[in-house]
């Protein structure tokens, strides 16, 4: 990881501070995530305190802090998922993850994140995990979900 971070610093050797968003754009799509150690760097980088970069990161909804998990969970929580339960949904799925949205469990094998629509509602409510939808979910049905996803041994 540290020696794609230089690279992808080396990019922007003659920038300054105006292109700190950029940079951590660049460094969040390599990565997938934004670890403590690449703020830091980035930080040395421009002259820039990590606290002001971390600030600032995490103003945008777009920056994740910690990597994916294996199964990447989406909770849709559009207007008529909202409506049809999400709300529930997602309370369910931190209980028995014990994460919350932007946060990957200790084991790696669950991360996730609430997103404004997934485009599937007449599906709703919908989640998503590592890109297939399932609509229509309850809570049962979820937590069968979860539970099947659990039992899945990595390759």
Do not use: W
């Amino acid at each position: 990881m540290e020696k794609k971070l230089k690279e992808l610093l080396e990019k922007y050797s003659h920038t300054s501070r105006d292109s700190l968003i950029p940079i951590l754009q660049d460094v969040h799509d390599e990565l997938g995530y934004l670890s403590e150690e690449s703020l830091s760097a980035i930080g040395k980088h421009l002259n820039v305190p990590t606290s002001k970069i971390y600030g600032l990161a995490t103003f945008y909804n777009q920056f994740r802090f910690q990597p994916k998990g294996k199964n990447h969970i989406r909770v849709c929580h559009g207007s008529s998922c909202h409506l049809m339960g999400t709300v529930t949904l997602l309370e369910v799925i931190e209980k028995i993850l014990k994460i919350k949205p932007g946060q990957t469990s200790r084991d790696g094998k669950f991360s996730l994140e609430v997103v404004s629509c997934v485009g599937a509602c007449a599906q709703s409510p919908v989640i998503s995990i590592n890109g297939k939808p399932y609509g229509k979910l309850t809570t049962e049905r979820l937590e069968q979900i979860i539970e099947e996803q659990s039992s899945i041994e990595p390759a």
